[in-house]
T-cell receptor, first 113, second 109 residues
Framework: ETGVTQSPTHLIKTRGQQVTLRCSSQ?????VSWYQQALGQGPQFIFQ???????GRGNFPPRFSGLQFPNYSSELNVNALELDDSALYLC????????????FGPGTRLTVT | RKEVEQDPGPFNVPEGATVAFNCTYS??????FFWYRQDCRKEPKLLMS???SGNEDGRFTAQLNRASQYISLLIRDSKLSDSATYLC??????????FGIGTKLQVIP
């Protein structure tokens, strides 16, 4: 196991609601990245946090936002949920922002109805 | 053109066979390359990094061809437990990590 944990494991929300997903990084890792994986697709990069600051962002709208805390755990917030937001949300931690090897948590499966 | 392209498969191969996957990437400035393995409804797990000199880990061999902008993964003596989706990953700057769609491998008894 990687030591990266995510909660909750599954979540069902309705369109228009807001959701917060949580991630605890592997011990010693200061960088957390979030990905969205739709069914049958590869993970898509949402953003990365390094030492509590956003360190890069993919092609996702501003309603996808995040936080990283002093202990390097992280949250992903999604506002105004849309049906297309239904996906597996993966958190990955890495030793440092300069090390591209990443270790993934088990993911949160979000269903928007 | 997609940044990272893979044949989604599925590749159905008998146990003991050798199978190879390729992955092409569009950004010539890409710096780091990886293969991840993802089992059904599970998270991706790092399989191996890919270096210009090529690298081998047991039955798995990865190669990088910068001139043609592709990476490859060779699996020898396939086992049933190798059945999974293999994701090609390309990294440019440290915050730009791009995954391919994945190639599904099914090893048949």
């Amino acid at each position: 196991e990687t030591g990266v944990t995510q909660s909750p494991t599954h979540l069902i929300k309705t369109r228009g609601q807001q959701v917060t997903l949580r991630c605890s990084s592997q011990s010693g890792h200061n960088t957390v990245s979030w990905y969205q994986q739709a069914l049958g697709q590869g993970p898509q990069f949402i953003f990365q946090y390094y030492r509590e600051e956003e360190n890069g962002r993919g092609n996702f709208p501003p309603r996808f936002s995040g936080l990283q805390f002093p202990n390097y755990s992280s949250e992903l917030n999604v506002n105004a949920l849309e049906l297309d937001d239904s996906a597996l949300y993966l958190c990955a931690s890495s030793w440092d922002r300069g090390t591209p090897e990443q270790y993934f948590g088990p993911g949160t499966r979000l269903t928007v109805t | 053109r997609k940044e990272v392209e893979q044949d989604p498969g599925p590749f159905n191969v008998p146990e003991g066979a050798t199978v190879a996957f390729n992955c092409t990437y569009s950004n010539s400035a890409s710096q780091s390359f990886f293969w991840y393995r993802q089992d059904c409804r599970k998270e991706p797990k790092l399989l191996m990094s890919v270096y210009s000199s090529g690298n081998e880990d047991g039955r798995f061999t990865a190669q990088l061809n910068r001139a043609s902008q592709y990476i490859s993964l060779l699996i020898r003596d396939s086992k049933l437990s190798d059945s999974a989706t293999y994701l090609c990953v390309v990294s440019g700057s440290y915050q730009k990590v791009t995954f391919g769609i994945g190639t599904k491998l099914q090893v048949i008894p």
